[in-house]
């Protein structure tokens, strides 16, 4: 979902609508790092860890240190991740959404193809932004895997994986000729999920989650993220007319009675003002059928 956000002023809504607007927002993670001077110390390092962990990045940086990884990863920087060992997650069933952090996971072994479709170093600082991509300190960051939720064009498989980077896996190595190899697969969709207290407008062509009612839902598929470089590379292709945001995610239980709840997600959320935005719906078939095409 590219281009750049246009800012303009959010008209007037009803005043519960509004209410609930703003009461979403306000909780939603930050989308500015917080200089350890600038305040309280403590608050600036809280600041800046949750925007890490919204991410599924924990790290033993603090003050300047933890500062510049904020920064970093607001920038879409792929930052340097300790390895760390999982034991496999059983994707087919969400019951197990306790056991989330142990699923398998390996940082930077992504192969390079002299064809690439996909930006594999999103390294691209906001013109606000003063990071780097490097730190004075070498402090330890950890990733732990999380489910994404998705509404838009990332519920086709291959544009998914062209914005990750597995796409380049269908050219060969030895030239940029194409392959008959199929590219590497990632954890499988869990489909006919779907989130409540959210609606989808449209910024044109592209869905947008805003906040709704309590009641209304949102249908899309879950992902489960398992590598941390994938994540800022779905923050480039969203660009910054979105904003990461939690949330919970129910899918058809794995018995097929019920639903369950995947704790903790992940989604792109709207961060354009509601004048940017028009009522409609996406259309997933016909986006598809053009995806192929591609």
């Not at 809280?46 to 919204?54: D, E, F, G």
């Not at 019920?258 to 940017?276: H, M, P, W, Y």
């Amino acid at each position: 979902m590219p281009h750049n956000k246009n800012t303009t002023a959010i008209r007037s809504l009803p005043f519960t609508e509004q209410g609930r607007r703003h009461t979403i927002i306000a909780t939603l993670p930050p989308t500015k790092a917080q200089h350890p001077l600038s305040g309280p110390i403590e608050t600036a390092n809280a600041i800046n860890a949750s925007i890490l962990a919204v991410r599924g990045v924990s790290t033993t940086a603090t003050d300047n240190t933890l500062y510049t990884l904020a920064q970093e990863v607001l920038g879409n920087c792929e930052i340097d991740i300790a390895p760390k060992s999982f034991s496999s997650y059983n994707t087919a069933s969400a019951s197990t959404q306790d056991n989330i952090g142990t699923a398998a996971i390996s940082s930077g072994d992504h192969e390079n193809s002299c064809c690439m479709e996909a930006n594999t170093s999103p390294c691209k600082p906001d013109k606000d932004s003063e990071a780097t991509c490097s730190s004075s300190e070498t402090p330890v960051n950890t990733f732990e895997p999380f489910y994404f939720f998705f509404y838009g064009s990332l519920q086709v498989r291959n544009v998914l994986h062209r914005v990750i980077g597995l796409r380049s896996n269908i050219f060969s190595r030895s030239s940029c000729d194409m392959s008959s190899d199929e590219p590497k697969e990632t954890a499988p969709f869990l489909e006919n999920a779907s989130i409540q207290g959210w609606k989808i407008k449209m910024w044109g062509p592209y869905p947008a989650l805003v906040p709704a009612a309590a009641d209304e839902a949102v249908q899309g598929t879950a992902w489960l993220c398992d590598k941390p470089e994938y994540v800022p590379r779905l923050c480039t292709y969203e660009s910054d007319a979105y904003r990461m945001a939690y949330c919970d995610v129910s899918v058809p239980a794995a018995d097929g009675n019920g639903v369950e709840v995947i704790k903790n997600a992940r989604t792109f959320v709207s961060d354009l003002d509601d004048e940017d935005l028009e009522d409609g719906e996406f259309d997933l078939e016909g986006y598809q059928k053009s995806s192929l095409a591609m």
